[in-house]
């Protein structure tokens, strides 16, 4: 079974520009993920989708950052302008959702963000 | 405020010993509770998977114990490996939203020969 496809792996941008990041869940997976990992700290979940629809978004700061998974299987996550604070990890995960409440999230290999 | 504490944030140890990571959490109403292990420059890998009725839980040369009258959590390694060193990450889902990842900041275990 492939895993979660993330891309680019590493970008390098400087203040105020925009970036996009993809992501490419487990075939057949409804629900997808994104999280911010800051160094030295656990994922904080951005968003979290259930096929095309948002289920989750409260922690996303929506003036500047926007997600979209338009036929319920890739996303892309992309922010516009980019800040110094910016600079972290962003994982993707998916999971299958099914009757068992506990289903595993398995995440993507991230995407490391440097702002400069 | 729902929260996870890991103990110790850092921890180093020689190849072939045993360790204990440490989590305590505040999650109410709470529906389960998983480890995960992080390598560096990777996304987490979940190693075990817990609800409030199971008290232990084993995949290979890991062990995770739960007691959620006192809302802790361990994970025992045994017989260490070098391919053991990476962050170790206690997560808890809440009941009302089991989609939910409530993630602790983690301990960075070093196994060294």
């Known amino acids: 079974e492939a895993g979660v496809a993330q891309s680019p792996r590493y970008k390098i941008i400087e203040k105020r520009q925009s970036v996009a990041f993809w992501c490419n869940p487990i075939?057949?997976?409804?629900?997808l993920y994104w999280y911010q990992q800051i160094l030295g700290q656990g994922p904080k979940l951005l968003i979290q989708?259930?096929?095309?629809?948002?289920?989750?978004d409260s922690q996303l700061p929506k003036d500047r950052f926007s997600a979209e998974r338009l036929k319920g299987v890739d996303s892309t996550l992309k922010i516009q302008p980019a800040k110094l604070e910016d600079s972290a990890v962003y994982l993707c995960?998916?999971?299958?959702?099914?009757?068992?409440?506990?289903?595993?999230?398995?995440f993507g290999p991230g995407t490391r963000l440097l702002v400069l | 405020k729902n929260q996870v504490e890991q103990s110790p944030q850092s921890l180093i140890i020689l190849e072939g010993k045993n360790c204990t990571l440490q989590?305590?959490?505040?999650?109410?109403?709470?529906?389960?509770l998983r480890w995960y292990k992080q390598d560096t420059g990777r996304g987490p890998v979940s190693l075990t998977i817990m609800t409030f009725s199971e008290n232990t839980k084993s995949n290979g040369r890991y062990t995770a114990t739960l007691d959620a009258d006192t809302k802790q959590s361990s994970l025992h390694i045994t017989a260490s490996q070098l391919s053991d060193s990476a962050s170790y990450i206690c997560?808890?889902?809440?009941?009302?939203?089991?989609?939910?990842?409530?993630f602790g900041t983690g301990t960075r275990l070093q196994v060294f020969p």
């Open positions: 995960a998916s999971s299958s959702r099914g009757a068992v409440p506990q289903e595993t999230q398995y």
């Open positions: 075939s057949g997976h409804a629900t």
């Open positions: 989708f259930q096929n095309n629809g948002v289920v989750d």
């Open positions: 997560v808890v889902s809440p009941s009302y939203n089991t989609d939910k990842l409530i």
């Open positions: 989590c305590n959490y505040t999650v109410s109403p709470f529906s389960n």
